[in-house]
C-alpha cells in the first residue's frame, strides 16, 4: 500500500552517569546522581486476535516503541479485548489512564467530532489512495486536533489499515435485499447502526467478543468485518456464507486519552506516533497476504463466498445512498462534508 509516511524515530532518555570527585585523603564528596528517565507502561487493549495482521503489527509497535525509545515506553499488548471492551477503554482514556486501543470514524463521531463518522459511512470511498489522501490533508489534521480538545482524546496514528468489510452470514446474501429482516452484528455506535438499517438489516450492536457465541445460539444472522478478522474468529465454524460487498474501506485509528497524552515528554509523544506510523505500514504489508490466507481459510471450511457483478456492485452503492439523504442530519455533520471529503481526497 503507497502510504508514505515515513517514521523517524528519536533515542530518548540515556542514562547519565554518577561522577564521583576524590582528592587526597578528604572523603571522597559524591555530586548528585542523574535521575534516569522514568519508564511509561502503557496497556494497549483490542479486539484482534493474534492471528490477525493488525496483532502482529501492534507486536511490531511494541519492540519499535521500545527500542527508539530506549526503554522509557513499555507497551503492556492485551489482544482478543483482553483488557475490556472497546467503550470501556475509551471511558478510561478519557479519564487519564494509560491505556491505548484501536477505533475508527463511527467510534470517534461519538467524543465531539461528528465528522470523523464519515470514514465509516458506506461506500465513501472508492479507493485506498482517495483515503490515503483524505488522512494526510489539513483537513484531517483540523478534525484530530477538535477530537483533542473537545473529545479529549488523541489520535496517533490513522494509517493502519483494518480492511475492507463484508458480510459474513448463516444465510446467502447477495443483494442488500437479501439483509431484510436479517439479525446483524455491527459496531456498537449509532452510526453503523444506523446505516445497516439503511441497507435493510436488523442491525445489532454488539461486542466482536461475543459474536461467535451469538452466531452459534442464532441470536444473529451474520456479522460484517474483513476476511482476516472473519477467518481468524473462527466464524466459519457457525456461518457458511459471504459476500464480497466492500460496504467500507476501513483504516484504524489507534488513539489514547489527551490527559494521558500529555503526561510524556514531547520527546517521548513523537516516538510513540512515528513508531505506530512505522507499525501500520507494517500492517499494511501484512493486508494482502493475510487477505489471501483468510480467504483459503473460509473455503476450505466449506464457506460460500460470493463475487458481485457490477450490475450488484451498483445495487450496493445505491441502497448506501439513502444514509446520506435521510440520516446525516441526525449525526450532526458539517454542512456540505461528503464534498469536503471528496475534495481532500483528490490526488494533488
Partial sequence: MDFKRLAIAVS???????????????KAEKKPEAKAAKVVEINVGYE??????????????KELVEKK?????????????????????????????????????????????PDFGIFYAPY????????????KSPWYKGLCDQLAEKGKLRVLSSNWIYGARHIMSTKKVVTPKDLNGLKMRVS????????????????LGMDMGE??????????????????????????????????????????????GEKFYKTLTPEQQKILAETADEAGLYNNQLYDAGTKEATEKLLKAGVTITELTDAQK?????????????????????????NTVKEAGKKK
Fill in 188 to 203: 456498537s455506535n449509532e452510526l453503523s447502526i444506523t446505516s445497516f438499517k439503511d441497507l435493510g438489516a436488523n442491525a
Fill in 314 to 338: 451498483k445495487e450496493w452503492i445505491q441502497a448506501g445512498q439513502k444514509f446520506y439523504k435521510e440520516d446525516t442530519a441526525k449525526l450532526k455533520w458539517s454542512p456540505n462534508l461528503y
Fill in 48 to 61: 484482534n486476535a493474534k492471528t490477525e495482521p493488525a496483532a502482529k503489527a501492534v507486536e511490531k509497535w
Fill in 124 to 135: 465513501m470511498f472508492d479507493s485506498w489512495e482517495e483515503e490515503w489522501n483524505v488522512i
Fill in 211 to 256: 459474536v461467535y457465541q451469538a452466531l452459534q445460539a442464532k441470536t444473529i444472522d451474520a456479522v460484517e468485518n474483513p476476511l482476516t478478522s472473519l477467518a481468524n474468529r473462527s466464524f466459519q465454524e457457525v456461518a457458511k456464507n459471504v459476500v464480497l460487498n466492500n460496504h467500507i474501506l476501513a483504516t484504524s485509528m489507534w488513539i489514547c
Fill in 69 to 113: 525509545s530506549n526503554g522509557t515506553i513499555k507497551l503492556k499488548l492485551f489482544p482478543n479485548s483482553a483488557l475490556g471492551k472497546k467503550l470501556t477503554l475509551i471511558d478510561q482514556m478519557v479519564m487519564g489512564q494509560n491505556v491505548i486501543t484501536v477505533a475508527d470514524g463511527a467510534f470517534l463521531a461519538e467524543y465531539g467530532v
Fill in 12 to 26: 530518548a532518555g540515556a542514562l547519565a552517569l554518577s561522577i564521583v570527585g576524590c582528592g587526597g585523603d578528604k
